[in-house]
């Protein structure tokens, strides 16, 4: 099913209408659909270079709203939404014992979220169901995944199709290298 899903998602990429199509896949990852905007940008950037920011852009902006309708679904739909579909992901115990202390970590939990491949939606709805505050949630939403989309855009526009693969096979482990060393340093900082 995934595989046929993928399939569709890359087909829009090549349609007349592939922007409008960006905006619908980034909304709905952010809060219920499993494959990530990234499969349809690499292409449409791929095939037109100089609209890599706007399609950087409308997936930042799509996401970040989709984003608000995961909050939505984990504040006001959890039990009769939110809990089938963490369970549908496999996330379902991992949210019950994280879900005490998530407040406290919750910005930092959006930003490694945004930037990595872990599951967005499952972020999204987990702030909206421990209560995370509205502002941090929207802030740190913008930055990570504006982070996420535009670097994509800025190699696929300097370096184009050559360096395809290597997005698709690495700049998720990039990414989370990259939080990791962040928020090393960040606990570094504090402790010494």
Known sequence: MIRKIYAWVISLAESRHALWALAFIAFIESSVFPIPPDVLMIPMIIARPSRAWLIAGVALVASVLGGLLGYYIGYGLFESVGRPMLEFYGKDAYFDT?????NDWGAWAVLVAGVTPFPYKVITILSGSTGL????????S???????????????????APIRDF???RLGILFTLFVVILLGAFVLVKYL
């Open 167 to 169: 997005i698709e096979r």
């Open 133 to 140: 505050n509205l502002g941090v949630f929207i802030v740190a």
């Open 142 to 160: 913008i930055v990570a995944r504006g982070l996420r989309f535009f670097v994509l855009a800025a190699l696929l526009w300097k370096f184009g």
């Open 98 to 102: 994280f879900r005490e202390r998530y």
